[in-house]
């Protein structure tokens, strides 16, 4: 059965089907009791709910309210941004310090194999690195121990001659010629000039153990000295260089830096030439060729003194110095014999 339709002002009486006025009372056996009339106790608000002890609050996080169904959408909006009760923001903040404090304390009472570790790679590659460089320097010093012509450099340092000893230049001598002022050696590789006559170049260089600097005392191609004999004043002779066996050259063609007489390297075993004669010339009273002495070597062909300067290169034959001839006698003419292997004087018969 249909109820009628009441206004707001008017009540439906309890188990009738008619309205009744807003101010018709009911008998008492038509109205539901009240509270009091039923004796109980007048309402109360109810406590919250305590959590356990050692319950953690932020262990079990309160579910998300749902929207109600069927609302619309700016109501639900209305609801989302609803301000959080007093309480939320310190229960959450306490629960976000509990959280650190457990995890400080896990991360102290971890021993040392339980904490995180870094990775195998993070902690080993930098003595990897060391390891890397090291083998490297081994294997360049092995590269440049390898390269060296050993049994060149050896009769330098084995069979110099001794300082406290005076010592004659004989044919055969391989010996190292020392510029007096500068204590450049006479020196040559197998490297061309750039310009001028192109042929192999000659320098002088300052380090003393440098195989490339041993020159080997020759007589002239039709000359009847032999080895072991000593080399008196005026004498021609010509010097080998003991590397790469060209002899000690010069003609008219112009020094790199200086323009003067070019002094080259030339020839061969069984290719030589005037241009390869030098003129000894003793320095004081001396008549034959001692290593105590100062010696001037004056080409023949050209009458060029050998000569040399503190004027160095700076490109293929960086640190090293001219080597040229000049016509006339000079304090940079000088020459010292020096380290070597120095032949005994033989006895005639």
């Known amino acids: 059965m249909s109820l009628p339709l009441c206004t707001s002002r008017s009540r439906v009486a309890r188990g009738r089907g008619q309205c009744l006025p807003p101010h018709s009372n009911l008998s ?34 309160p579910s998300t309210p749902q929207p109600p169904q069927g609302l619309s959408r700016r109501r639900t909006a209305a609801a989302n941004h609803q301000p959080s009760p007093p309480g939320a923001a310190t229960a959450s903040l306490a629960a976000a310090l509990a959280r650190e404090r457990i995890r400080r304390r896990g991360e102290a009472d971890a021993g040392p194999g339980e904490r995180e570790a870094l990775p195998f790679w993070q902690r080993t590659w930098f003595l990897a690195l060391l390891l890397a460089m090291a083998a490297a320097s081994f294997a360049l010093a092995l ?30 001598s391989v010996i190292k010629l020392m510029h007096e002022r500068t204590k450049f050696r006479l020196h040559s590789h197998d ?42 004043h005026g004498t021609i002779i010509r010097l080998q260089h003991m590397r790469t066996r060209k002899w000690l050259h010069s003609h008219l063609h112009a020094s790199p830096i200086t323009g003067n007489l070019e002094v080259s390297c030339f020839g061969g075993e069984n290719e ?36 040399s300067h503190d004027r160095k290169y700076t490109r293929i034959a960086g640190g090293q110095q001219e080597v040229c001839g000049v016509g ?12 070597g292997v120095y032949h005994p004087v033989m006895p005639h018969k």
């Open 28 to 61: 008492n056996s038509e109205r539901s009791p009240s509270p009091r009339e039923l004796g109980a106790a007048p309402f109360q608000k109810r406590p919250p709910p305590q959590p356990p002890r050692g319950h953690d609050p932020a262990a079990v996080a």
């Open 143 to 172: 590269l440049l121990y390898l390269g060296l012509d050993l049994h060149e450099a050896a009769p330098a340092q084995s069979y110099a001659a001794d300082p406290d000893t005076v010592v004659e230049i004989t044919y055969g």
């Open 191 to 232: 490297v061309p000039y750039g310009s001028g006559s192109g042929q192999q170049s000659v320098t002088s260089f300052p380090n003393v153990d440098d195989a490339n600097s041993y020159w080997i005392v020759r007589p002239q191609p039709d000359s009847s000295a032999k080895q072991g004999d000593p080399i008196a």
């Open 272 to 307: 030589s030439d005037t241009g390869d004669y030098w003129r000894l010339e003793i320095e004081g009273s001396g008549k034959t060729w001692r290593q105590d002495q100062r010696i001037r070597l004056r080409h023949v062909d050209t009458g060029g003194y050998l000569h």
């Open 328 to 339: 006339d006698k000079r304090p940079d003419n000088l020459w010292l014999a020096a380290e």
